[in-house]
């Protein structure tokens, strides 16, 4: 719960109330605010009896019979002298043109604020309630009631007399009325009833829950949601009624409206006055308490709640203390609730003081944020809502918000916070840099500081570089590598970086970092060689970015024992840069390095290093021994007597076979498979590749007394060699390893050759067959002779003009035509002629088929 307290002035002891907030977090509803000017001079000298509430204007009724017209500010636009008593109740019409005053006196005046119109009435009882009709500014509508003993209509009849009438009398005094469309509402001292002005029928009763309240002293407050629903609060009960049209079948004798209470609930306090405010209510409650000093009950603080109703009880949304001028000797009858209904704004009123209660807009609702040090939460609601808010400015609480952070000791949080708040704007940004410079919080801020839209001045970036090169080598690395080389007076951090080299010149880090700030300042020389000595991998980007090849034509060697992959790959993509012969020249003394740079040139072009060729069969057999054969199968330009000469003398037994084999002894290489690798499956292997009859027969003669081989040779020759040459030569008696089983396979082998064949045998027959019967078919067809076609030896009409003539034509299957006698004799046997153009080149479609005679 948040007690209103008084707020001092700068001028004077005036004060305005405001909502004191407990220990509690939870935010208040509503804001305070005293009604001053006009209303404290007449509250010095008077007191508020009574207040109602236009949307244009204020009226304030005193209790020395004073009604005072009061603008949103509480100053008096216009004042009238009524009575010498107590002012019990203002009416105004909905136009704010006409007023009705009762009061303790008796008198009953309605007038107009704005027209010479106007009615006087004095009662010999004190008229506590007076209501004019909520549209009287129409001539039509000239109505108002009055409440003392009784309830009187008044209404304007002919010759403008106005003609009372009496709507109810004889349960005590009429304490309250309140008139809304067609219903009028009032309480006497046995409850609340409503009137149908059309119908004239009372429509509802609804009792009093405690009876053992003195009206007079808390008396029943009344109140329209909107023209069918009708709030009452008496003592600490409270009902929300519904006007509602009866059914034509239930009417009978009843009114043809009736009331339904949907919500009921009983309060903690005594109700001096209640609102609408959406769908919820604002309750006004008098409040007694046990004095601690006295232990004597006595008058507290009034509150003012908002409830959420609910069909039995209600919800409690906020409840406030409210500390007004003379609370301790103020009674429940002396406080009244009043509101203006298009605003939400709430006059509380008591005999010493108006305040004025109004739902919190989002202005308050960042102060009471920043009350609670919600910074966070703050700066977002000022950024949801920065077109309508007024009072604040999203920087100068995001600068709260940093200066909050920084107290607390986050500072990490708060440079991050920096970049949301501060933009673009580099004097902010700059001032920030100072002041975590003061608190020794530098590093803190460097990752968040803007590098480009905005950039800083040169001395911030270089005032951060220092800081972290005095303390923390590898975070000013890795600021170094971060940030653009523009930022900063390169030269002024270079030098700093030399000196501290001074101190530790084997400080990997700072040389590397030396390293990438000579390149930024293009001295790409010395960073080459700095990266170099530390055999750094951003070395070759580096040659690459900047196209240092130049540079490196004396250090092929250093890039290579770096990584030879790498640095090969570089100088043959730019040979045109670095050349073969040079490389070749500079790896001289490292011949395992010429090695792989020469096999890595062979594999991308067996031709462009052909010079080196000889002597990469050195380097193979050196130091890559696994590809000299394939180096020596695919180059066209080594020196075969050399190679031959070097894996000879090195034993190199396959390299010597196919070296022998490519110069044309392969007797010599096939005696070498046999009698050093002694591997007949590759001797096989190798007379199949030559096909040569010679060197089959010295495999079977080398194989003919070693029984293995002649296993071997029995299950790989049947294919190329006939097996029966094999086996006449085979010695008998000699025992053959697996000969049953090599015999088997040269069994099956022949059966399969012999499938084969017949396999093949009769897909040829079906092949032909099928071909025979489509050449038949297509020679069978028709061949079309008109005036069109010629004789492709005369070149004349093949048809004559004079179709009378008798004439004779040739055509061929090949559409050649020819008359009879432009054929040559031919001088086979044979009766069959032929084409003269295709018959040239061979026989076939120019066979002929048709003769034509007429």
Request: hydrophobic share 35%; glycine share 4%.
């Amino acid at each position: 719960m948040a007690e209103a307290g008084e707020k001092e002035t700068r001028s004077n002891e005036e004060s305005t109330d405001e909502s004191e907030e407990d220990e509690s977090e939870e935010e208040p509803k509503l804001k305070y605010e005293r009604l001053s000017n006009g209303v404290t001079e007449i509250l010095q000298k008077d007191a508020a009896s009574c207040m109602t509430v236009h949307e244009k204007f204020l009226a304030l009724g005193t209790h020395y019979g004073k009604v005072c017209l009061l603008d949103v500010q509480g100053n008096i636009t216009q004042k009238f002298d009524v009575s010498p008593v107590k002012i019990n109740q203002i009416s105004l019409d909905e136009s704010g043109e006409h007023m009705g005053v009762c009061s303790e006196d008796g008198k009953v005046q309605v007038f107009g604020l704005y027209s010479a119109e106007e009615f006087h009435e004095t009662f010999d009882c004190p008229i506590k309630i007076v209501a004019v009709h909520p549209h009287f500014v129409r001539s039509h509508f000239k109505q108002f009631v009055t409440g003392g003993k009784k309830l009187l209509l008044y209404e304007r009849g002919w010759m403008n007399r106005w003609k009372p009438s009496v709507l109810h009398e004889g349960e005590g005094n009429i304490r309250n009325v309140k008139w809304r469309g067609h219903l009028i509402a009032w309480a006497n001292n046995m409850g609340v009833k409503i009137l149908d002005m059309i119908s004239k029928q009372r429509i509802t009763n609804v009792p009093r829950d405690d009876i053992s309240l003195r009206p007079d002293m808390y008396p029943c407050s009344l109140c329209w949601k909107d023209n069918l629903t009708l709030i009452i609060g008496w003592g600490n009960s409270v009902k929300i009624c519904s006007v509602k049209e009866r059914h034509a079948s239930e009417m009978r004798d009843l009114p043809n409206r009736y009331v339904e209470i949907v919500f009921q609930f009983d309060t903690e306090f005594y109700i001096s006055g209640l609102a609408p405010i959406c769908d919820q209510l604002v309750i006004l409650s008098y409040v007694k308490e046990i004095s601690e000093k006295t232990e004597v009950e006595c008058c507290a603080r009034p509150r003012l709640d908002i409830v959420q109703p609910l069909p039995e009880s209600c919800e409690e949304i906020s409840s406030d203390a409210l500390t007004v001028r003379g609370f301790q000797e103020n009674e429940c009858r002396d406080y009244h609730l009043e509101y203006s209904e298009g605003e939400s704004l709430f006059y509380i009123i008591s005999p010493r003081d108006v305040v004025v209660a109004k739902e919190r807009d989002q202005d308050d609702h960042i102060d009471w944020l920043l009350e609670k040090k919600k910074y966070e939460e703050a700066l977002m609601a000022a950024e949801i809502s920065q077109k309508t808010i007024k009072k604040h400015k999203i920087l100068d609480i995001g600068l709260a918000y940093i200066n909050h952070l920084v107290e607390k000791g986050e500072y990490d949080l708060a440079a991050r916070k920096c970049q949301k708040i501060l933009g673009k704007n580099t004097e902010l940004w700059e001032v920030e840099v100072y002041k975590f410079k003061e608190i020794g919080q530098l590093k803190s801020i460097s990752r968040y500081l803007p590098r480009r839209d905005p950039v800083l001045k040169p001395l911030i970036y270089e005032m951060v570089l220092h800081e972290f090169l005095e303390s923390d080598y590898e975070g000013f690395a890795t600021l170094i590598k971060e940030w653009p080389g523009d930022l900063y007076n390169n030269t002024i951090i270079v030098q700093a970086v030399v000196d501290h080299l001074k101190k530790d010149p084997q400080n990997r880090t700072l040389l590397r970092t030396l390293a990438e700030l000579y390149t930024y300042d293009q001295r790409y020389g010395r960073a080459l060689e700095i990266y170099l000595t530390l055999r750094h991998k951003d070395v070759f980007q580096l040659i690459h970015k900047h196209n240092l090849f130049s540079s490196i034509r004396d250090k092929i060697v250093l890039l290579m024992d770096f990584d030879s992959e790498k640095a090969v790959d570089m100088l043959l993509d730019n040979e045109d840069k670095i050349s073969i012969d040079r490389v070749v020249e500079e790896l001289e003394n490292r011949p395992e390095l010429q090695h792989v740079y020469l096999h890595k040139l062979f594999k991308r072009d067996h031709h462009k290093g052909q010079r080196y060729h000889e002597k990469q069969i050195s380097l193979y057999a050196e130091y890559d021994r696994p590809n000299l054969l394939p180096f020596l199968r695919d180059s066209t330009h080594c020196p075969l007597e050399k190679a031959l000469e070097i894996c000879q003398q090195r034993n190199f037994v396959e390299e010597t076979v196919y070296l022998l084999s490519r110069m044309g002894n392969s007797r010599s290489a096939l005696k070498m498979i046999m009698e050093e690798l002694q591997d007949v499956d590759k001797a096989i292997e190798f007379a199949k590749e030559q096909d040569d009859g010679e060197l089959w027969e010295d495999l079977i003669l080398y194989s003919i007394d070693k029984p293995p081989f002649i296993t071997g040779l029995l299950n790989n020759i049947g294919t190329h060699v006939d097996p029966i040459l094999l086996i006449h030569r085979i010695k008998e008696g000699m025992e053959i390893p697996n000969l049953r089983d090599s015999l088997v396979k040269i069994l099956q082998d022949y059966n399969l050759q012999i499938l084969l064949r017949e396999g093949c045998k009769k897909i040829l027959v079906a092949d032909s067959l099928s071909l025979l019967k489509k050449m038949h078919r297509t020679q069978m067809k028709g061949v079309l002779v008109d005036e069109e076609n010629i004789c492709e030896s005369c070149l004349s009409p093949i048809l004559p003009s004079d179709a009378s003539k008798s004439f004779s034509v040739v055509v061929f299957h090949c559409r050649h035509m020819f008359h009879r006698e432009c054929l040559p004799v031919s001088n086979t046997v044979s009766s069959v002629q032929f084409c003269n153009i295709c018959s040239a080149k061979h026989r076939g479609p120019g066979s002929a088929v048709l003769e034509v005679k007429k």
